[in-house]
């Protein structure tokens, strides 16, 4: 029996989106192979790069100048990838709204002045730093975001508005809501939210800003090589990409970004609302920046917390323990997750709520 | 139709290998979602990458006191991997056999002195400098080679015997032949030529040598951060894993290196043999350096290859085409390609050359 599957990542898939790839996996566009066999040089194959590629620039809105580029490694080696990629000037911003903000802005210092310039651990990430108040460094290279914190729960409603360019991580929210590319210098993301299965990593980077990587930089890590062979420098992660593809193609399908992400606001507006009008719920994040994508809660008592986790487990309602960093529950609601996952899990919440009153 | 795929990488998997994954794909062992959705912390999921580093440590022989870790990247992101966790005096050798031997090379030059100790280009990489006559460089941190070289169907019969520590990549025979692990420093592969899809690299690595990797080596890319979190220090390419544990299961079944080492060198054998006894077909390398795992030949005229490849290929024998840099016809005879395969290769051989004498 198929359950709804709340984990943070990897997480939940389209069911079409897995049907289909089960139908083609043994004879990949009637070419007698599987995906995962076929030659990266092959016709057959490297449409699936170019596709992936075509449909990430149509659904985001993509500017012409920007590289769209899938690579390895997930958002952990990009922590790495963006300074080695833009540090010029020996210097950079980072706003630490989480552990992999943190994370970032701990690589960041393996390669020049990693400035924090703002920083909400003093209410363990429960906010995001006003934007309009931040200093900004004089001549930064780039100013560095987490704008979704997959653990916390927070999200970006502002972008900062800077002097150097904006690096965004949208690992936890790529596809889930609209931005305007155009703003931000760099964007990435791990897949395995929004996109497809782990193992490929998107970058969106301006190009004239990715021209003069750092003379240290490993080959594989400079974005403009990755560019200019359109994704193919090495043999690529060809299923994953394929898996992108079906799932950009899905969510077209769908009516694109800006039908998902109000079915995204409703989806969390239902959980968040039951949350706050339930006596034994709490969500700590201050409203406005509650994220849409990772909804963290807990009823105060640990040991109910397990219990909630290990009932809700065998309702068909799984990965809904929360990061160690925050404990209780955590229901991560990407776009993937069917509006009924989230019913499922509110009419539990409440069954849960009575037999433990 | 289920074609022969002769593709040097991504490669043909076994058939068996693929029917299970498709027979699981939308419900991994009982769980009620697929592995491409489950959380990499999830139990049923960690024993994943257990099983497939307990396999590779049984099927390799490799000793308790070197690391066995999954990461991305493909070998080419190796190639910076291997200075940046090995020289710490700033010096090592390479022995360029090839392209990427080369590649290899020159991604060490980024970090320090990297010497060119051997070198085959003088006749087209068809052959392996003798390992006997090496001159090494005093206090170099490594010796690297590449074992077996795809594109130009050589490798070594013999491994050079250095001072410093040898790094090998096996990219493209590991798992083919008995190798002695503990003569080695380190050993890395990409999967996607005997081992699973494309999107997971191994490396099997002596910890004493990788415990201080140089201050500029990104987090990612330290083998010992990898060793100590058990590959799973961020979002691990899980279905590339999980397809190589199938792959190593499916090995172990067979018989094991040693086993298929043997079927590898029948198989190679029947080709060669047919290539040297017939009046067409032509392979240049060095008899005793003959790849068993990459077979390129010629006819001479480059309009009849191009015909060969394309008649080849109405016949279910795919991805024949030579790289580019050799040209005419590369046979990739991995672990996964029948017996069958070869013989059908070498059936339409006999009639293309007679249909053409």
Same mark, same amino acid.
């Given at each position: ?6 984990? %943070?990542?990897?997480s ?85 709204t ?5 994370k ?11 400035n ?7 209410k ?26 997959t653990?916390f ?14 690096? %965004? ?19 990435? %993301? ?7 299965? %782990?193992?490929?990593?998107i970058?969106?980077a ?24 359109g ?5 690529p ?41 339930s006596?034994?719920?709490?969500n ?8 849409i ?18 009932e ?46």
């Open positions: 029996m198929r359950v709804y599957n709340f984990s %943070a990542g990897p939940t898939l389209p069911l079409n989106v897995l049907e289909k790839a089960r139908e083609e996996f043994l004879d990949f566009a009637g070419t007698g192979m599987s995906v995962t066999e076929i030659s990266h040089r092959d016709k057959a194959f490297e449409g699936v790069v170019k596709e992936a590629e075509a449909l990430t620039r149509e659904l985001l809105g993509v500017p012409d100048d920007y590289a769209v580029i899938f690579v390895q490694g997930g958002a952990s080696t990009q922590f790495a990838a963006v300074p080695l990629n833009l540090m010029h000037g020996g210097k950079a911003d980072y706003i630490v989480g552990n992999f903000a943190k970032a802005w701990q690589e960041g210092q393996i390669y020049g002045e990693a924090k310039i703002g920083d909400s651990s003093d363990t990430y429960t906010y995001i730093p006003d934007v309009d108040k931040l200093q900004y460094t004089e001549g930064a290279d780039y100013v560095h975001i987490t704008s979704n914190n653990i729960g927070t999200r970006y409603i502002k972008f900062p508005e800077c002097p150097a360019p904006l690096v %965004a991580d949208m690992s936890s929210e790529i596809f889930s809501r609209e931005v305007d590319v155009s703003k931000f210098g760099v964007i990435y %993301a791990g897949a395995q939210k929004n996109l497809a299965p %782990a193992g490929v990593t970058v969106i301006k190009r004239e800003l990715i021209q003069t990587p750092l003379k240290i930089c490993p080959t594989m890590l400079k974005w403009k090589v990755q560019d200019e062979n994704s193919l420098y090495n043999t992660p060809a299923f994953a990409i394929y898996m992108a593809g079906l799932v950009l193609k899905d969510l077209k399908a769908r009516g694109g970004v800006k039908a998902v992400n109000e079915i995204n606001e409703y989806k969390a507006g239902l959980l968040y609302d039951f949350i706050d009008n006596a034994l719920y709490k700590n994040v201050e409203r406005k920046y509650r994220s994508m990772n909804v963290p809660f807990v009823t105060g008592d640990a040991e109910l917390d397990a219990k909630f986790i290990a809700a487990k065998k309702s068909g309602l799984v990965s809904l323990k929360g990061h160690r960093l925050v404990g209780g529950m955590r229901a991560s609601i990407y776009n993937a997750m069917p509006v009924e996952g989230v019913k499922s899990l509110i009419e539990f919440m409440k069954k849960f709520e009575k037999e433990n009153a």
